[in-house]
Every structure is written in C-alpha cells, then in structure tokens.
C-alpha cells in the first residue's frame, strides 16, 4: 500500500473530525467533489463542503484503505469508513464504501473527487 495514500486519506480524516476547512483545503484539489449516497449531499462542490465542515460534528472517523491502484497522474483508493457524526439534525453514523480518485498535481497527490455510499446496517 502507498505510504502517501495512506497519510493524506488520515490527514483528511483528521481535518474532518476537527472540522477544520482550512486544513481540509490543503487536501483537496480545486475542482473537487463529493457525490454521496446517504451522507452529507448527492453532489458536492469544493466551496460548498468546505463551508458545510463548520455544521459537520464529528464524533469519530476511521477511514481503512482496502486497495488503491495508479494510473499515471490519477490513484483511486478505496475504502471502508466508520463514521459518527450528525450534520444539523441528520445522523450520518454509520459504514461507508469510499472511493477517492486522487491526482497528481504540484508534486503530491489532491483528492479530486470522493464517491461515497452509506452501507446497509447489519
């Protein structure tokens, strides 16, 4: 498993559980977007859910890389995410399957786009 890939998805974790826009920003790219499923909004852009990480309590968030693959400048990762946390008064807890398509800019690897769907309980 890439070492980078695995210190940018905690980094981003981080910044979320923090709610912190700012540190979230170094982390994504410009043109970035959330499309979700059960989460936060079915589509996403930059600004939009960089000011919505202010709503966002987070109580925990453990992202786990299952597999990720690099063609040239893009890497998508996939993941397994357990999260608690309610935006206003919607929860959002629960087991998500992420993927994050990165690429390659400015030397380092930015989040473009995350697709993430919320799980079925068991």
Do not use: C, K
């Not at 981003?12 to 170094?26: G, K, T």
């Not at 499923?37 to 939009?48: A, E, F, K, L, Q």
């Not at 629960?94 to 769907?117: H, K, M, N, P, Q």
């Amino acid at each position: 498993m890439n070492d980078e890939l695995i210190a940018l998805e905690q980094g981003l974790a981080d910044a979320i559980r923090r709610s912190d826009a700012e540190a979230a920003s170094r982390f994504i790219a410009e043109d970035f977007v959330l499309s979700s499923t059960g989460g936060v909004s079915p589509h996403m852009p930059r600004g939009d859910w960089l000011a919505a990480l202010a709503e966002l309590e987070t109580r925990s968030l453990a992202p786990e890389v299952v597999d990720s693959r690099s063609f040239g400048d893009v890497t998508v990762a996939r993941l397994l995410v357990q999260w608690q946390a309610s935006f206003g008064e919607r929860d959002l807890t629960g087991t998500y399957a992420v993927t994050d398509v990165f690429r390659l800019e400015g030397g380092g690897l930015r989040l473009a786009w995350r697709i993430s769907v919320r799980l079925p309980d068991e």
